[in-house]
């Protein structure tokens, strides 16, 4: 079972950040809002989870899914976690 916290997700959004050559305005903390603080877009929105699949070692299936869970580091984190453990 693949435990994921909201630390590694925050590192993983960082590490996707650099990696989509995104400049992220401050500090990615757990409560920032992953699409209205730019940190990604609606374009970049499946290659993160792509990204996330791969780093976490995870298959998603986004129909798992609903908005809210991309809310945040912490919403993302928790979604993320939950079908983990599934």
Do not use: P
Not at 6 to 32: L, M, S, W
Not at 54 to 67: K, P, T, V, Y
Not at 73 to 79: M, N, R
């Amino acid at each position: 079972m693949t435990i994921i916290t909201q630390d590694a997700v925050r590192a993983v959004i960082i590490d996707f950040a650099a990696h989509e050559n995104r400049k992220i305005d401050g500090e990615v903390t757990n409560d920032r809002k992953l699409l209205d603080d730019r940190i990604i877009d609606s374009l970049s929105f499946l290659n993160l989870i792509m990204f996330m699949e791969e780093r976490f070692g995870i298959e998603l299936d986004l129909s798992d899914f609903e908005a809210v869970d991309f809310e945040t580091v912490s919403d993302l984190a928790d979604a993320l976690s939950d079908i983990a453990k599934a």
